[in-house]
């Protein structure tokens, strides 16, 4: 998987934002991610941009294992905020279909959306956390 790069969709962004996901693994054990995410009507524009870091903890054919950071900045409703995210998780390839990564993640979040400071644990399945098209 080194030097391969992804392209898909994660949403994994409080305040209901589904977004476009990239990740770039730069090195056997190191990979860096990102998620962009709009949504927008006549009154309001809701956004979020972040940066996610993946280190591989164990890996096996067709599934590794990581642990994972995001930091993402983040505008609903007309306010501001902010998600961190630790978690750890799994991507898995089909056999045969190894272009397409599936992954699912658990840890915790803090963010500060809409006034309201929350710490949360989080589970994300792999249609929330993130499916992968590698290039």
Known sequence: ???RTGLGFSSQ???????LSFK???????AYGAIVAINSDDNNVD?????KMY???FDEPHL???????LAAL??????GFQVDG?????????????IGFSFEFGFSINRLNSSTNIETVGYNFLSAAVHFYL
């Open 47 to 51: 956004y979020g941009l972040g940066g």
């Open 13 to 19: 962004l409080k305040g209901d934002l589904t977004g």
């Open 87 to 99: 978690t750890m998780g799994s991507e898995f390839h089909i056999p045969g279909i190894e272009s």
């Open 55 to 57: 280190k591989l903890i």
């Open 24 to 30: 770039f693994q730069k090195t056997r054990d190191i």
């Open 75 to 80: 505008r609903t409703n007309d306010e501001s």
């Open 64 to 70: 590794n294992f990581f642990a994972s950071g995001l």
């Open 1 to 3: 998987m080194m030097g």
